[in-house]
C-alpha cells in the first residue's frame, strides 16, 4: 500500500509541474499565438514565414546548408534555425528576414528547443552525441553537454528543469538534468530499434511518445526486415532499493516491456498491426493536441499518418480512430495549432504544408518553397524516400529505411550472400562499381534490389531484366541505364551526395599535428595503407576492368560469404562517422581495424607500428576529408547532379 501512494504522489507531483507541452524539436513550429509558422526546408537552405491566419506565405529566407531544425523564440519574432551542413545555429526575425547571428557551433547541429521566455536555446548534435545550450542575449555557446551516441530528438520539460534526448541509431531516450548537466536517465528499448528522429511530450502526464523503426538484420525480406513502431516512455522515476552501506541505489532500468515496481518504464506498439492489415513505412514525427486527447502520428515512406484517441491507462496509450489518412509526399514534419482547430503537416517532397482539421479533413496547401537542384533529382528522392509501388508491393520497406538521407543505418546485415554493412552514399559518384563484392556498375543495378526478395516491387523498367543464376554478377553484364527515366533520376539522386569536412580538423585544409603525424605513417611505403586507398577518395575503386578486390583477410571469419572474401576498397572519407567498421562489423573502432581485425598484415602492414604512430594514424583517418576532394575524377559517373546545374 505505501510502495503505490507513494508512486501516486510521484506523478501527482510530475503533473502538477508540467502544465503545458514540452516544446519538442521539428522541421515546423508554430508561434505561442499560433499567428504564424516556420517551416525550415532542408533541400533550399531556407526558412519559410507563413501567415496561419490567412495560410498564404509571408516570406523564404535564405539561412544556410541543411536546415534541419527550427523553433521560436519566445514569443517571436526571433527564431532560430540548426544548419545541419553548415555546423550553425542561426537567429534571424521573421517579421523583417533579417539575420542577425550565424553562430558556429559543433558539428551536425540538429533538433533545436527554445525556453518560454526565450533566454535559452538547447540544440542536439548528431555525430558527437552532444547538447549545445545557447544563451539567445549574447548569442553565443555557453555550456556543451554530453547526450548519448547520434542524438537527434530534442524535448525540454514544462518546468524546464530536464531535457530528454534520442539517440538516432539506438533509439534510446535520455534524460538529462539541466542543473548538473548530467544524464539522469535513460529508456532503453529493444535492440533491434533504429532511426529515432524525434521525442513529444504528454503536456500533463510524465510519458513520451517516440517515432522510429525496427531493422530486424537476420531477415532480408520486404515483408520482415523493417518495421514502423511507436515507443511510450514513462518518465516517473524508477522506484529505488531500500538504503544499504552504500546509499540509496537506483535501480537500472528494466529492459522493454518489463515492470519495475508495478511500473513498465517503456513499451513499443508495432504500428503495421496497430493498423490491421494496412503497412505503413518509415515512422517520422509525432504531435499531440494540446488537450492531450489526440495523438498523430506520420509516416514518410507511405505518405499517410494516424489520428489516435489518448489512452490514460498506463497500458493500451493510444487508440485508432478510424484508419490511416492518406495525406502528401513525404511527410517529415507535423504541428497542431494553439487552439487544437488546425493540424499542420509538412510534406517534404511537395514543397508545402498541408492544414487539416483535426479529423484530418484537409481544408489547405501552402506551398513553402520552389522545388530545389533538378526535376530528375527531385524525382530521384520522391522514389528514393517511397515505399509504394512499383517500388515495392507491400509497402514494408523504401530505400531510405536503410539510408536515410544518403546516411548509413549503422547495422550489418546477414545478407544471402554473407554479412554485409550498410554503407553510406556520399561520394558514391566517384566511387564504382558499387557493393562490397563490386557487383554493380551503375546505381541503376538496384533494379536487382527493387525486384528481389528485399522489395518485392515491380521495377522501374518495362520489360526484362537478366536472370540471375544464385550470387552470380549478373548485374555486370546487364546495362540498366538509359532504360527507365525513373531508375536514372534515382540515379542521379543517389550519386548528388558530397562528404563534408571532417569535424576533426582545426580549419579546412588544415591537420592537427598528430594527424599530420598520421599521414606521414598512412604514406609509408612499409606501411601500405595508400596502396589500395589511393587518389583523392582514398580508394582504388575503379570501372576499368578488371575491377580491383582484394582478399585482406576480413572475409575469412564469416561462413555465410557466399561471393568470396575478395572486396571492393571502400573509401576513407566520412570515416569517422561511419562505426562499425569492415563489411562484417567486427571492428569497433579505427583502432581496431589497424590491430586486432588486422591479424596477419593483410589490411596493411600495421602490427610493426608504436602506439604512438597507431594512435596517429587513427587521428588522420578521423580528419578525413580535411579538403574538399575533387568534383569530377577519371572515375566519375555521368549519372549525377551536374555542376552548374540549378542548385
Given at each position: ?23 519538442s524539436s521539428s522541421l515546423l513550429d508554430v508561434s505561442p499565438d499560433g499567428s504564424r ?397 558499387l557493393h562490397w563484392s563490386a557487383d554493380r556498375d551503375e546505381v541503376q543495378d538496384f ?133 562499425p567498421y569492415l563489411h562484417t562489423g567486427k571492428a569497433k573502432t579505427l583502432l581496431e ?55
Amino acid at each position: 500500500m505505501h510502495r503505490h501512494f507513494f508512486a501516486a504522489m510521484i506523478t501527482l507531483v510530475f503533473a502538477a509541474n508540467q502544465v503545458l507541452a514540452g516544446t519538442s524539436s521539428s522541421l515546423l513550429d508554430v508561434s505561442p499565438d499560433g499567428s504564424r509558422l516556420l517551416v525550415a526546408n532542408p533541400d533550399n537552405g531556407t526558412v519559410t514565414v507563413i501567415d496561419a491566419v490567412k495560410r498564404e506565405v509571408l516570406r523564404e529566407i535564405p539561412v544556410g546548408s541543411k536546415p534541419e531544425g527550427v523553433a521560436w523564440i519566445g514569443n517571436g519574432p526571433r527564431a532560430a534555425v540548426t544548419l545541419f551542413a553548415g555546423s550553425a545555429v542561426v537567429f534571424f526575425d521573421a517579421a523583417t528576414g533579417q539575420i542577425s547571428k550565424k553562430l558556429a557551433v559543433k558539428a551536425e547541429p540538429y533538433g533545436i528547443v527554445a525556453d518560454k521566455t526565450g533566454g535559452r536555446v538547447w540544440v542536439t548534435h548528431d555525430y558527437l552525441g552532444l547538447v549545445s545550450e545557447i544563451d539567445v542575449a549574447q548569442e553565443s555557446v555557453v555550456r556543451e553537454i554530453p547526450a548519448g551516441s547520434f542524438t537527434r530528438g530534442l524535448a525540454v520539460s514544462a518546468d524546464e528543469k530536464r531535457l530528454y534526448v534520442t539517440e538516432f541509431y539506438t533509439g534510446i531516450l535520455n534524460a538529462i538534468d539541466l542543473d548538473s548537466g548530467q544524464i539522469v536517465d535513460s529508456w532503453k528499448g529493444h535492440s533491434t530499434d533504429n532511426l529515432c528522429r524525434q521525442v513529444a511530450l504528454h503536456p500533463t502526464r510524465p510519458k513520451a511518445y517516440l517515432p522510429h523503426i525496427r531493422s530486424i538484420i537476420k531477415t532480408i525480406d520486404g515483408a520482415g526486415s523493417i518495421f514502423p513502431q511507436m515507443s511510450v516512455c514513462d518518465l516517473k522515476p524508477p522506484p529505488r532499493t531500500p538504503p544499504s552501506q552504500g546509499g540509496d541505489q537506483r535501480v537500472s532500468p528494466p529492459s522493454q516491456g518489463e515492470d519495475q515496481g508495478g511500473v513498465r518504464r517503456r513499451v513499443s506498439f508495432g504500428m503495421d498491426t496497430f493498423n490491421g492489415v494496412y503497412v505503413v513505412t518509415n515512422p517520422w514525427e509525432v504531435a499531440l493536441s494540446p488537450d492531450a486527447k489526440r495523438f498523430y502520428i506520420i509516416y514518410a515512406g507511405t505518405n499517410d499518418m494516424n489520428v489516435c484517441d489518448v489512452i490514460d491507462d498506463d497500458y493500451k496509450e493510444i487508440e485508432r480512430v478510424g484508419n490511416a489518412v492518406t495525406i502528401g509526399k513525404n511527410p517529415r514534419a507535423i504541428r497542431v495549432s494553439p487552439d487544437g482547430k488546425s493540424v499542420y503537416v509538412y510534406h517534404a517532397m511537395d514543397f508545402a504544408v498541408g492544414v487539416y482539421t483535426p479529423s484530418m479533413q484537409k481544408v489547405a496547401t501552402i506551398k513553402t518553397c520552389a522545388p530545389p537542384k533538378t526535376p530528375e533529382w527531385v524525382l530521384g528522392k520522391v522514389l528514393f524516400n517511397t515505399a509504394l509501388p512499383p517500388l515495392t508491393s507491400r509497402r514494408w520497406i523504401a530505400c531510405s529505411s536503410c539510408h536515410p538521407d544518403g546516411l548509413h543505418d549503422a547495422r550489418v546485415w546477414n545478407n544471402p550472400e554473407g554479412m554485409r554493412k550498410t554503407t553510406a552514399l556520399m561520394g558514391m559518384a566517384h566511387t564504382h562499381p558499387l557493393h562490397w563484392s563490386a557487383d554493380r556498375d551503375e546505381v541503376q543495378d538496384f533494379e536487382y534490389t527493387i525486384r528481389g526478395k528485399l522489395m518485392g516491387g515491380f521495377g522501374l523498367i518495362a520489360g526484362p531484366i537478366h536472370g540471375k543464376k544464385g550470387f552470380e554478377k549478373a548485374e555486370l553484364e546487364d546495362k540498366t541505364s538509359g532504360r527507365s527515366k525513373d531508375l536514372d533520376a534515382m540515379a542521379i539522386y543517389c550519386n548528388s551526395f558530397d562528404f563534408p569536412l571532417s569535424p576533426h580538423i582545426p580549419a579546412p585544409g588544415k591537420l592537427a599535428p598528430a594527424a599530420e603525424r598520421g599521414k606521414a605513417v598512412f604514406f609509408r611505403s612499409d606501411v601500405g595503407c595508400a596502396t589500395c586507398h589511393s587518389g583523392p577518395y582514398y580508394t582504388d575503386s575503379s570501372l576499368q576492368k578488371p575491377y580491383k578486390i582484394h582478399d585482406v583477410g576480413t572475409g575469412r571469419d564469416d561462413p555465410t560469404e557466399k561471393m568470396g572474401a575478395a572486396y571492393d576498397t571502400p573509401t576513407l572519407l566520412g570515416i569517422y562517422r561511419t562505426a562499425p567498421y569492415l563489411h562484417t562489423g567486427k571492428a569497433k573502432t579505427l583502432l581496431e581495424v589497424l590491430t586486432t581485425q588486422n591479424k596477419g598484415d593483410k589490411h596493411g602492414k600495421t602490427s610493426h607500428l608504436a602506439k604512438g604512430e597507431l594512435d596517429d594514424l587513427v587521428q588522420f583517418l578521423k580528419s578525413l576529408p580535411y579538403e574538399p576532394p575533387p568534383d569530377v575524377t577519371p572515375n566519375t559517373v555521368s549519372y549525377r547532379l551536374q555542376p552548374g546545374k540549378k542548385e
